[in-house]
């Protein structure tokens, strides 16, 4: 099972519950992968504390123009999506970061003036953990491509029983980039105005997709009920609840997961694992039945 943990805004507790969740499971002997997908600021491994074993670069392939063979028609600019490439006065200039790799000017240059280099963008880690197999992204720093350094977290990642995802905050490309072949997304929020409004919007994101979900509320016991009666309106589960607890809060300060530090959670997020289970499982059998009824 691919789990993503995911959150329409930061700082809601992703990383507490992607952490929590994978050393829970492992500690009771699943084969278990965390890959930290939230490139642009991974923080898995302070509370994970891996040993990192090996790291690889991630490249992407941009365009670099012959210019012995460029007519300086100026197509390239104009089917460049992402405003990436400018002709003046006949020269052409690559705006290397804007360049999403899509292959476009190479595809309808008339001259075929144009040739593919790759371009370093982030690295790889992989390491373990307290039996927890371990895979981050690192995004260079001025660097826009997190969708590259996530496809390759995803794709260092091996055919465990379950792989946990932590995707980076929000619901643009790089959240997409990372949930998108999940089979279940946990959404995490907290009982505030800012909370509800963010969640609704992920919500409205992975309903887009067609992925199963439910709901993490974590500090459930501030803010107000809001949360909850839009999640009962929507028919949404909510699969775990966390108080504010000031130890919680001093063990995230000191880089411990909550397990370790106040073992009575883990009961906590076992549950949470056997309600995901069992709502996915139940999806499953709700989408065979649709197939055998319909004979598609
Ligand atoms: S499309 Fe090809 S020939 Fe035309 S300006 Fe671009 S690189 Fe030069
Ligand atoms: S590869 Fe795509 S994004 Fe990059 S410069 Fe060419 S058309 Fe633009």
């Not at 390239?76 to 405003?83: G, I, P, Q, R, S």
Request: aromatic share 4%; with cysteine; charged share 25%.
């Amino acid at each position: 099972m691919r789990l993503a943990i995911a959150s329409g805004k930061g700082g809601t507790g992703k990383t507490t519950i992607a952490a929590n969740l994978a050393l829970t499971l492992a500690g009771k002997g699943k084969t278990v992968q965390l890959l930290d997908c939230d490139v642009e600021e991974p923080n898995c491994h302070i509370f994970l504390k891996p040993e990192i074993e090996k790291a690889a670069p991630v490249t992407v392939l941009i365009p670099e123009v012959i210019e012995e063979t460029c007519t300086g028609c100026g197509i390239c600019a104009d089917v460049c999506e992402f405003k990436a490439i400018a002709v003046i006065k006949g020269k052409v200039l690559i705006f290397r970061e804007l360049c999403h790799s899509c292959g476009a000017c190479k595809l309808f240059c008339p001259e075929d003036a144009f040739l593919e280099v790759p371009r370093e963008v982030g690295i790889i880690e992989e390491g373990k953990a307290n039996g927890v197999r371990f895979i981050h992204g690192l995004l260079n720093i001025g660097e826009l491509m997190s969708p590259a350094v996530i496809h390759g977290v995803k794709e260092a990642a091996d055919e465990a029983d379950i792989a946990i995802l932590d995707s980076p905050p929000g619901t643009s490309c790089p959240v997409i980039a990372a949930v998108k072949d999940a089979d279940f997304v946990l959404l995490v929020t907290e009982p505030t105005p800012f909370g509800l409004n963010d969640l609704e919007l992920a919500v409205g994101m992975v309903r887009k997709l067609d992925i199963p979900f439910a709901v993490a509320i974590n500090r459930s016991d501030i803010g107000n009920e809001d949360v909850k009666e839009y999640c009962g309106r929507e028919g949404i589960e909510i699969v775990l609840e966390i108080p504010n607890d000031r130890r919680i809060a001093e063990a995230y300060s000191r880089g411990e997961v909550v397990i370790h530090a106040l073992p009575e959670y883990q009961k906590t997020f076992e549950t949470c694992w056997t309600k995901i289970t069992g709502l996915h499982e139940n999806g499953l059998q709700a989408k065979q039945q649709v197939k055998t009824a319909t004979g598609r």
